[in-house]
């Protein structure tokens, strides 16, 4: 395996590193999106640890930066958010194409990440498989009973809740107004979305984590909130209660990331046998 760094792209503006096997590489590449703001290499050096261990595994992989965030800069070329993350991706899956000859693609992201892997898995036909860290959640009636029938049958919660009362009012009235918010896509077509990419046969993989407890807290959810779809063959999910957002500990990043592996290794077999450590 060896790792190269890349300035690529319509505007050559794009900076990504590709890590492609030795031998024969089949027709799959792996491509991992930032994870917000955070640059190429993920929270915790996440994506670093994943796409090496994917490469030893026999899978190409390209992590890079987008339009805008970490080295990448931007074309100037006055796109939607949605038109420039389709473009950067096409970029993208050209680069592993031209680098590995990889012909179809994993997406992997993490938060906006997946939200952006979202986007163009649902409308490019080379996507053939995706991962979503934390991706797209909704509170559920599942959601409230489990979040708030154990406090209100708390007394001690209920007596911190009178003696921080006067101090949380004082607070909510000095809250300043978000200076930028993303709204995430209605239920209703993301569910539309999760049931076109399946019946094109996609492979969906959905990993989520204790550290979105705000908006999701059980396996049970992935069910309530995208309904039967999430009961097809090809999706699997995995909730992971006890790891926060960004896999700071090192173990809940293994654990992450042999996951993955697993899931890739099993949908998309390698091309080379005996590779995998």
């Known amino acids: 395996m060896h790792e190269q760094a890349h300035r690529f792209g319509r505007a050559r503006h794009l900076v990504g590193i590709a890590g492609v096997p030795a031998g024969d590489a089949g027709d ?12 190429r290499i993920g929270p915790f050096r996440l994506h670093v640890e994943l796409t090496r261990q994917l490469n030893a595994a026999g899978y ?4 890079f930066d987008m339009s805008t965030l970490g080295d990448s800069a931007a074309t100037g070329g006055g796109q939607t958010r949605v038109q ?5 991706l096409d970029d993208a899956m050209g680069l592993l194409a031209s680098q590995a000859g990889c012909s179809r693609f994993v ?3 993490l938060c906006s990440g997946a939200q952006n892997a979202h986007v163009v898995a649902a409308q490019d036909p080379r996507v053939a498989g995706a991962v979503f860290l934390d991706g797209y959640a909704y509170r559920t009636l599942g959601y409230r ?5 154990p406090r209100l049958a708390d007394p001690a919660r209920w007596l911190r809740r009178f003696r921080r009362r006067g101090g949380e009012a004082r607070a909510a009235a000095r809250a300043p107004e978000p200076v930028f918010a993303v709204a995430p896509a209605p239920r209703a077509e993301v569910i539309a979305d999760f049931t076109g ?11 989520y984590s204790g550290g979105i407890s705000d908006c999701f807290n059980h396996a049970r959810q992935f069910r309530e909130c995208f309904g039967k779809v999430m009961r097809h063959p090809a999706v699997a999910t995995r909730y992971l209660a006890g790891t926060d957002h960004t896999y700071v500990l090192t173990g809940d990043r293994a654990r992450l990331v042999h996951g993955i592996d697993d899931w ?4 998309f077999p390698p091309a080379a046998a005996g590779r995998h450590p």
Request: charged share 10%; no cysteine; net charge positive.
């Open 28 to 39: 799959i590449g792996v491509i991992v999106l930032n994870a917000g703001l955070v640059h």
């Open 60 to 63: 190409p992989t390209l992590r």
């Open 84 to 88: 420039q993350v389709l473009a950067d």
């Open 107 to 109: 997406l992997v992201g």
């Open 145 to 149: 009973l489990r979040h708030y029938l």
């Open 197 to 207: 990419m399946v019946a094109r046969g996609m492979r969906l993989y959905l990993v």
């Open 264 to 267: 890739l290794t099993h949908h």
